[in-house]
Nanobody, 127 residues
């Protein structure tokens, strides 16, 4: 079973920093794109930062210059360094990844890529 587990959320005053971590675990063949989304109360879940195919990173306009995404492929981990936090950054932050799993064996070997999500970690920024 594949799992994504986020850590690092919490409460911080405006202008402060937090670093989120997400690690993929379980039985899988490879981890492809990884990223972070967030969802504030009453709003839809939106992209914060993430990779497209290759090394292209997308950031939401609202976090450019303040947030930095990074990745450790050896650990199947992705991180989000959040600086100069604002009250409007308050949300549940979710890690997501496209992960390839393998089923069967020999001539029946099949690889399937699907999107997985973590359980989310709350980030609260007070003014």
């Amino acid at each position: 079973q594949v799992r994504l587990v986020e850590t690092g959320g919490g409460w911080v005053q405006a202008g402060g920093s937090l670093r989120l971590s997400c690690v993929a675990s379980g039985d899988f063949y490879s981890v492809r794109t990884m990223g972070w989304h967030r969802q504030a109360p009453g709003k839809q879940r939106d992209l914060v930062a993430g990779w497209r195919e290759g090394d292209i990173i997308n950031y939401a306009d609202s976090v450019k210059g303040r947030f930095t995404i990074s990745r450790d492929n050896a650990k199947n981990a992705v991180y989000l360094q959040m600086n100069n936090l604002r009250p409007e950054d308050t949300a549940v932050y979710y890690c997501n990844a496209d992960i390839t799993t393998t089923t069967g064996q020999g001539t029946g070997l099949t690889r399937v890529t699907a999107e997985y999500w973590g359980q989310g970690t709350q980030v609260t920024v007070s003014s």
